[in-house]
């Protein structure tokens, strides 16, 4: 790439609060554009604003605004504009005629931190098919530079591919991305079908962008996960074994982070990452208890969750960043939560705990006495099970085992047998 780390690119972001629009959210929504333009390795020089009934039809902002912003971007030297809403087709080409700098958009700038962040093939494709689809109806103009990909915020895309500004060619290619990603979710449909076989129950961690869920996932499964205090620190899902303290085997999956006014060509883009929720037994909502945001955070989350069509999973909240709460935190959630540091060893003990709870009340009790001739047995419900009491009874030379197993389990029937 020929934009070196260190030399951080100047960016003017210019928002345009709607009369409706309260303060806070408006604030809130730009501090999140400026984070994201940190990720992006951007650094804000000017933040511009108005207020409008609407925003306007062919530059997004007024004249006299527009005017002071050609002033600004001399003055600054700036090398990149962000604007934080989704700009048309013709506002891109509009205020790339009177401007300078690169134009772009909120969504062009999530699509190029993904675009930076995807390492797995799936990762660099369904971020290619998001700039496509997204790049198509945006073809002409020079706010958008589709000869050359790989030159600074905005530009960047997987393989630095020279597109042709021809729409077949384009076409084309969405076309076989497509064709290629089909054949990635059929084999992890596949990979998914086989765990189920194998009754491992299995847990998804969700949450906000930058809420801890790499960290958390990382000390609660000992992996080595990429965690960073950035947006969209992790973007292809991670899944990874978690033995819980009764000794049962959990499979623990890493996903995405969620973000609001996340662009719709993303959210198809990413359905088959997060398709990993869907799947899961219980959905660990991990919230960031020290960004002022974090109720906003969890509405956005539920919304997609919504979305997901898997608000019918029970979900623990996980409160994080304890020791960096805010000194008015509340817990809003509505079903169960906890508060907890992920660098606490204590508290990712307690974490472990909550999810036995929760998966004792989805179980089927039992209480069962096995034969010691029954070895196979024994060693699958120490395993596969909850086990919570195991005595062994010398004169009938039995074991006298009581605990929680999943109704699904194959095992459940074998037990049957040996009922007490």
Known sequence: ???????????????????????????????????????????????????????????????????ELVALEKE?????????????P??????????????IDRTQL?????????????GKLQVELAQLQYLLPRLGGKGIELSRLGAGIGTRGPGETKLETDRRHINRRIDDIKGQLEVIVQHRERYRERRKKNNTYQI??????NAGKSTLFNRLTEADSFEENLLFATLDPMTRKMILPCGLTTLLTDTVGFIQDLPTTLIAAFRSTLEEVKEADLILHVVDSSNRDYFNHEQTVHKLLKELKVDNIPILTIYNKRDRMLSDFVP????????????????????????????MKEMDEYHVTIPNSEGKILASLK???????????????????????????????QLRHFQQ
């Open 1 to 67: 790439m020929e934009n070196h780390d260190n030399e951080l690119e100047k960016v003017i972001l210019v928002g345009c609060q709607l009369q409706n629009e309260d303060d806070e959210r408006f604030e809130y929504s730009l501090e999140e554009l400026r984070s994201l333009t940190k990720t992006a390795q951007g650094q804000v020089v000017m933040t511009v604003t108005q207020k409008r009934e609407r925003r306007h039809n062919a530059t997004y902002i007024g004249k006299g605004k527009l005017e």
């Open 204 to 209: 998804a961690l969700v949450g906000y962008t």
């Open 332 to 359: 809003t959630a509505k079903q169960e939560s906890i508060l907890v540091s992920a660098f606490n060893m204590e508290d990712l003990l307690q974490v472990k705990t909550h999810i036995e709870v929760a998966m």
């Open 76 to 88: 600054l030297d700036a090398d990149v504009i962000i604007f934080n809403d989704e700009l048309s």
């Open 90 to 103: 013709s506002q891109i080409r509009n205020l790339s005629g009177y401007l300078d700098a690169r134009v």
């Open 110 to 122: 999530i699509l190029d931190i993904f675009a930076s962040r995807a390492n797995s093939k799936e």
């Open 383 to 413: 395993q596969d099970t909850i086990l919570k009491g195991l005595q062994y009874n010398e004169e009938k030379d039995m074991y006298e085992c009581s605990g929680f197993i999943l109704p699904s389990h194959s095992l459940t029937g």
